[in-house]
């Protein structure tokens, strides 16, 4: 008995998942920020779509994706082995829950779910590894580039200039500190009573040496790298008009903003949007250019690998994996 209900509240939470998916995915794409209008509009200027390009950012989310599961495989590898095809599907089904929670939290409830071996809260913690390098790839080379763009923010070389220049350094050098000193949160959990529970799984933190964690930082920047030249793919097949140089740099600048300001998914959209077309109007006035190249970045590395997640979370059975 228990056992059906365990069941029927397992296919009402896959429901409640598709219904908030699609009604995220319609409503943000085409009631509030009218991607279909930005089309429309962009038609109507008779720019010439480059479709080669288009079609090469859009391939690249295989490999972007392929990045991300290879990273998550070897994270986990101690503990248990997964195919490369498991980790795209944990992953992806990571993606389809992080796309309906607050700054992407149900990412570790969606891939841990495909494990039948390791520890679930432990696997948890051990994606916070991967997210971690992830970001601190994002923060640094986005410190960097603002500062080799500083420019344009501070036209005027003063005393604030230098500042922001050694604001710039010590959050490439804390982040590197930072990301190679992990295991002081396992020390830190202990000082707090309320951690008590799980203080055990801040050990996870202790487990990977520096060549570990240098080999997923690599992993994280390839990734970065990839999802760049999807970016600067995009720009060119709508016709942005900026140059790589300057399209790298101030891509850097859009990825460390949306990283660092907190915002409930729902919100995420706009975000890209609004800090895109404020960094890239310094050197272009290709508005529609701009919008459709970051909606278009959200659609093919986000929407994308949410759907198909969305089918492997309908087609997965819970149960019947715990019972393994």
């Avoid at 604030?160 to 295991?183: D, E, F, K, R, S």
Wanted: charged share 15%.
């Amino acid at each position: 008995m228990k056992e059906q209900r365990k069941k029927r509240l397992l296919q009402l939470l896959k429901a409640a998942i598709v219904i908030y998916t699609f009604i995220y995915v319609y409503y943000k794409a085409f009631v509030d920020y009218d991607i279909d209008q930005l089309i429309r509009e962009y038609s109507a200027t008779l720019e010439h779509l480059s479709p080669v390009a288009l079609a090469l950012a859009v391939v690249l989310f295989v490999l972007n994706w392929g990045l991300e599961a290879q990273k998550w495989r070897f994270l986990i590898g101690a503990q248990e082995r997964l195919s490369l095809l498991q980790a795209y599907k944990a992953v992806f089904s990571g993606s389809t829950i992080s796309l309906i929670t607050p700054n992407r939290i149900g990412e570790y409830a969606g891939r841990v779910i495909h494990l039948q071996q390791m520890d679930k809260i432990k696997a948890a913690f051990t994606t916070v590894v991967g997210s971690f390098a992830q970001l601190s790839i994002t923060v640094m080379v986005g410190s960097i580039c603002f500062a080799l763009q500083l420019d344009l923010f501070i036209p005027q070389h003063s005393l604030a200039t230098q500042m922001v220049v050694v604001l710039c350094i010590l959050i490439v050098a804390g982040t590197m500190l930072l990301y190679y000193n992990m295991w002081l949160l396992s020390a830190l959990s202990q000082r707090f009573p309320l951690l008590n529970k799980i203080t055990r799984y801040f050990h996870v933190f202790e487990e990977y040496n520096s060549k570990a964690l240098t080999t997923v930082l690599i992993l994280s920047l390839l990734r970065y790298a990839v999802f760049t030249l999807q970016y600067l793919l995009l720009l060119y097949a709508f016709k942005a008009n900026v140059s790589a140089l300057d399209a790298v740099q101030v891509v850097a600048i859009i990825f460390f903003v949306q990283a660092v300001v907190p915002t409930f998914t729902l919100s995420d959209l706009g975000i890209r949007g609004a800090s895109a077309l404020y960094f890239f109007s310094f050197f272009t006035n290709k508005h529609l250019a701009i919008l459709l190249s970051a909606y278009g970045l959200w659609v093919i590395n986000l929407i994308v690998p949410a759907l198909l997640g969305l089918i492997l979370i309908l087609r997965y059975r819970i149960l019947e994996h715990r019972n393994k």
